[in-house]
């Protein structure tokens, strides 16, 4: 059962936005806080920016003023808006809970920033 399916990477310039898309089944979404990930080649895959079912949000140092995190528990869909994007934001992003089980990982979504 395909449990998430990201959504919205692509190819940006340094400084660009994007806004990625995560569609999550309910079993998944409803009773869990949700988080993006992110792993560049070569790295581990890491917390980017989590939110949980209140709303309260949460940001890597990284990423701390130019992305926002958003869920809309009616579509059971999570947001990632990206702004003012890096070339060091390069990576495949990911969505799942907090406590991702091995068998939840969905494929991710490329975002290249790149001139």
């Known amino acids: 059962q395909v449990e998430v399916v990201e959504s919205g990477g692509g190819l940006v310039q340094p400084g660009g936005s994007l806004t990625l898309s995560c569609a999550a089944s309910?079993?998944?979404?409803?009773?869990?806080?949700m988080a993006w990930y992110r792993q560049a080649a070569g790295n581990h895959r890491g917390v980017v920016a989590y939110?949980?079912?209140?709303?309260?949000?949460w940001y890597s140092d990284s990423v701390q003023g130019r992305f926002t995190v958003s869920r809309d528990n009616a579509k059971n869909t999570l947001y990632l808006q990206m702004n003012d994007l890096k070339p060091e934001d390069t990576a495949v992003y990911f969505c799942?809970?907090?406590?991702?089980?091995?068998?939840?990982w969905g494929q991710g979504t490329q975002v290249t920033v790149s001139s």
């Open positions: 799942n809970t907090l406590t991702p089980t091995p068998d939840s």
């Open positions: 309910e079993s998944l979404f409803n009773h869990n806080h």
């Open positions: 939110i949980t079912r209140g709303g309260t949000t």
